[in-house]
C-alpha cells in the first residue's frame, strides 16, 4: 500500500457557503443534491460528525462544475482564506 505525502495546492479553489435550505434537503433526501441533479460528496467521516451544517463550505472542481464535495468548517478555516 502507498504512504500519504505532502503536497501543496496550485490552483485558487471555489467554494460557497452550506445554507439552511442545502441541510433541509439532506435531510429530506440523506443526499445533498443540487438543482441540476448535482450531487454534493459528503463522506460519512463528515456525517458523522453532523455535516452538513451552518459553517460548512460546498467545494467545485472548477474544469467540472458537476463535481462537488463538502469541506468541513475547521478544515476550511485552516486551509483557506478568501481572495480579495
Do not use: C
Not at 22 to 33: G, P, Q, S
Not at 62 to 76: C, S
Amino acid at each position: 500500500m502507498s504512504e500519504f505525502k505532502k503536497y501543496r495546492r496550485k490552483q485558487i479553489a471555489e467554494l460557497r457557503e452550506v445554507t439552511q435550505e442545502h441541510i433541509d434537503l439532506f435531510k429530506l433526501k440523506h443526499a445533498l443534491v443540487l438543482p441540476g441533479g448535482i450531487q454534493v460528496s459528503i463522506s460519512p467521516e463528515d456525517i458523522n460528525h453532523g455535516s452538513p451544517k451552518l459553517g460548512d463550505m460546498i467545494a467545485r472542481n472548477p474544469k467540472n462544475y458537476k463535481d462537488q464535495w463538502l469541506v468541513a468548517e475547521q478544515y476550511f478555516k485552516d486551509n483557506f482564506e478568501a481572495i480579495q
